[in-house]
Every structure is written in structure tokens, then in C-alpha cells.
């Protein structure tokens, strides 16, 4: 019976490459690349469907799978209603500017006339 804590004896040491998963992936790369041009066929002879699966799953291969974001919390606000609200306070400050400019060029008139 192994001791807890014994060090590690046989096997791969660390860091070692899986030989028969290496061989494998060789053996797979070949057979594709052989088989290209008779791989495109038996697609092209496929319904749309089943071709589309296909497709699907190799695709997976190829794109790495999107990550979920977690995004924090946001207060759940009304934005139109606030931008509304900005825009009235706005057209209201351009209102008081105009009259502000009206009752300068008044007093000025005024002031000029005397």
C-alpha cells in the first residue's frame, strides 16, 4: 500500500506527452488530409440538415467556444425617460437663455436711448 505523501514512482514524469494520444491525433490529421476531396463530396451529398450538423460539430474544432461575462448588477433605470427629462432641461435653459438675451437687449435699447 502506498504511504500518503510518498513521492511518485514510474509512469510519465511531468510535463511528458501522452505518446498514444499524440499518435492518434497523427493518425486522424492524415486521414483527413488524405481524404479531403471524398469528404467534400459525401457532404455535398448529404440532405441540407444533416449536412448543417455536421458542419456544426466541426466548427467547434476549429472557433473556440464563447466564454460567459458575468457583468455587475446595473440599477434598473428608465434611459429614455431620463433622456427625455435631459432634453426638457435643456430646452428649458435654452427658453431661460433667450429671455435673458431679450431683457439685455432691452436694457441696452433702454440704456442707449438715454
Not at 463530396?41 to 460567459?68: C, Q
Amino acid at each position: 500500500m502506498k504511504k500518503i505523501g510518498a513521492p511518485k514512482t514510474g509512469g510519465r514524469t511531468k510535463g511528458t506527452p501522452n505518446k498514444v494520444t499524440i499518435d492518434l491525433k497523427v493518425w486522424i490529421m492524415d486521414l483527413i488530409d488524405e481524404n479531403r476531396s471524398q469528404f467534400k463530396k459525401d457532404l455535398l451529398m448529404l440532405d441540407p440538415g444533416k449536412r448543417v450538423m455536421i458542419l456544426e460539430k466541426l466548427i467547434s474544432y476549429v472557433l473556440p467556444k464563447p466564454i460567459a461575462i458575468e457583468t455587475p448588477e446595473v440599477e434598473k433605470t428608465n434611459y429614455i425617460e431620463e433622456a427625455i427629462e435631459r432634453l426638457r432641461a435643456f430646452e428649458f435653459r435654452k427658453e431661460e437663455e433667450k429671455e435673458r438675451q431679450k431683457l439685455l437687449n432691452q436694457t441696452n435699447y433702454d440704456y442707449e436711448e438715454n
